[in-house]
């Protein structure tokens, strides 16, 4: 069985620039988080769509936004990039929403974004 | 809020143990997960603890107190290829999200 997979797995903008990340969640898991990791520090939490629903949102401004699809995979998009909008983002998949006891997250590769 | 720490980075000999100790602070807990993070990839799944006791999966344990906000995560027979980050995440039971510490980097030497 297919993992969790991202596309791009590495992308350079120019800052002011949007950006369109995809995920792919395993298959039969229908809740698809996405964090933000900036290098050497640990993921951060920016949302998560349960059922094609937003379940949760972190702390992070309104230039950022997902929808999940019928085929429960999801899109994160980030507009007017800023410098510091560089970092490796994940999508982490789970059957359940994450809320739920005995639910489990699975990682993808990553896409590594660079704005210059 | 959330806090949770972590130690920022340690050293073992390949063959010997080492512990990674998490604590943390939260309401409404709903489980620990342990990540696997090698530089530049994705974090991997270890373990997952949302009862107190000490869970094993071949050379890696991980162990949870929740009256104490406190897990470690137990590596034995160290080889180099454990080399990596290693991160601690708290699931509440409100949120639909982990918190993640920032993260233990461990150099595993010769």
């Known amino acids: 069985d297919a993992g969790v997979t991202q596309s791009p797995t590495h992308l350079i903008k120019t800052r002011g620039q949007h950006v369109t990340l995809r995920c792919s969640p395993i298959?039969?898991?229908?809740?698809v988080s996405w964090y933000q990791q900036v290098l050497g520090q640990g993921p951060q939490f920016i949302f998560q769509?349960?059922?094609?629903?937003?379940?949760g949102r972190g702390n992070f401004p309104d230039r950022f936004s997902a929808r999940q699809f019928p085929n429960y995979s999801s899109e994160l998009n980030v507009n007017a990039l800023l410098l510091g909008d560089s970092a490796l983002y994940l999508c982490?998949?789970?059957?359940?929403?994450?809320?739920?006891?005995?639910?489990?997250?699975?990682f993808g590769q990553g896409t590594r974004l660079t704005v210059v | 809020g959330q806090n949770i720490d972590q130690p920022t980075e340690m050293t073992a000999t390949e063959g010997a143990i080492v512990q990674i100790n998490c604590t943390y602070q939260?309401?409404?807990?709903?489980?620990l997960f342990w990540y696997q993070q090698h530089a530049g990839e994705a974090p991997t799944f270890l373990s997952y603890?949302?009862?107190?006791g000490l869970e094993e999966k071949g050379r890696f344990s991980s162990f949870l107190s929740r009256s104490k906000g406190y897990s470690y995560l137990l590596l034995k027979e160290l080889q180099m290829k454990d080399s990596a980050s290693y991160l601690c995440?708290?699931?509440?039971?409100?949120?639909?999200?982990?918190?993640f510490g920032g993260g233990t980097r461990v150099l595993v030497k010769p």
């Open positions: 982490a998949s789970s059957f359940r929403a994450l809320s739920s006891l005995n639910t489990e997250a699975f």
């Open positions: 298959s039969g898991h229908k809740s």
């Open positions: 769509y349960y059922e094609k629903e937003e379940r």
């Open positions: 939260t309401s409404g807990f709903n489980g």
């Open positions: 603890n949302v009862l107190d």
């Open positions: 995440a708290v699931k509440k039971a409100a949120g639909n999200k982990l918190t």
